[in-house]
């Protein structure tokens, strides 16, 4: 079958491999639309989790089910699915204890494009099928399907690790993609006021569809001193970051205020630290809560998530921005969101 692969840290190309074969617990997946990923830019150009060779990218995917292991129960050849980016091993004491995403070990929930391949390939295996697909019911068009396996899931949990209480004001640091499910999953959440910081008129407009109430740029000065400014000196009860370099981190801690939270979604992708401004974090004892989570993903997550948008609580067909109609155009997409053009949110491969 054809991939379309990280060759080695800073290329990219098409490749011929074996198709994969499922085990007894496994799926066979052939995708119907699929979208890359910032988290895939910073794998291939960045080297941020190490080299790979060879191996098929994407996370991001809907498709139709081809072939099932023989202990596989509720789901068949033909089935439409919603194919999470994170599929853990649900037989492991990492699950057991409530962290899915770090079965067998740290960040090993996240399999596609990490540790095996992803996606982008004519087909692709899927772990633990019953546990790892749901049903992709027919009302949800496609494009909108596959923002539910990575930017939906990613968004919100942003907004549920910030431990948004009703009236709440929140921050978004960053109005990309995960960053707009972040305001979508505030809003959801109760926040009363939500400023987020980004200047790309889509991703500004967007915002303010999915519940932001203040824009701050950072070309207009510090962000944390604008959100202060704002918010008259007290600062926000909860920080989400969803995008930025390492700096970022200090301008949450800084504008979060004491009992706050700040929570991370971001894939910082390069650097060895992430800097805590010793003062602002009260010398260590400020009860500002710092948190990072990859986002959840299996059966369960997914079928709730559907269920948001099946139920017209949640839109998130909005982020897509660019779509394109057979498979040969993944690569057209995937160089889209390395070079981020100022009219992209999010684009998207129809394969049929």
Request: charged content about 25%.
């Amino acid at each position: 079958m054809k991939g379309f692969a990280m060759l080695s840290i800073g290329n990219v190309g098409w490749i011929e491999k074996e198709a994969p074969k499922p085990g007894p617990f496994d799926a066979i997946v052939k995708p119907l639309a699929v979208a890359p990923c910032t988290s895939d830019i910073h794998t291939v150009f960045e080297g941020a989790i190490g080299e790979r060779h060879n191996m098929i990218l994407g996370h991001e995917a809907v498709g139709e089910v081809v072939e099932v292991g023989e202990e596989v129960k509720d789901f068949k050849p033909g089935d439409r699915v919603v194919v999470p980016a994170i599929t853990p091993d649900w037989r492991t004491l990492e699950a057991q204890a409530g962290h899915h995403q770090h079965s067998g070990g740290l960040l090993a929930g996240w399999k596609f494009s990490n540790i095996k391949d992803g996606v982008f390939g004519e087909l692709f295996h899927v772990n633990d099928a019953d546990m790892n697909l749901a049903k992709l019911p027919e009302e949800i068009p496609l494009e909108a399907a596959v923002m539910i396996p990575d930017m939906v899931t990613t968004g919100l949990h942003g907004a549920e690790l910030a431990e948004i209480k009703l009236g709440d004001t929140v921050a978004v640091l960053g109005i990309g993609p995960v960053g707009l499910m972040a305001v979508a999953g505030a809003r959801l959440k109760g926040a009363s006021r939500i400023i987020v910081v980004g200047t790309r008129p889509k991703c500004v407009e967007v915002a303010k569809e999915y519940g932001a109430t203040d824009v701050v740029s950072y070309k207009e000065g510090p962000i944390d001193q604008q959100i202060l400014d704002l918010t008259k000196g007290k600062g926000v009860d909860a920080a989400i970051i969803a995008g930025g370099n390492a700096d970022i981190m200090a301008s949450a801690v800084k504008m979060t205020k004491p009992g706050g939270v700040i929570s991370n979604i971001n894939y910082f992708g390069e650097g060895e630290y992430l800097p805590v401004p010793r003062l602002e974090w009260g010398c260590g004892m400020a009860h500002k809560d710092i948190r990072g989570g990859l986002c959840p993903g299996g059966r369960l997550r997914m079928e709730k998530l559907v269920d948001l948008v099946l139920y017209g609580r949640l839109d998130p067909g909005k982020l897509v921005t660019h779509v394109f109609k057979g498979f040969e155009h993944v690569e057209e997409a995937l160089l889209l969101m390395k070079d981020k053009p100022k009219d992209l949110i999010k684009p998207v491969v129809l394969v049929e």
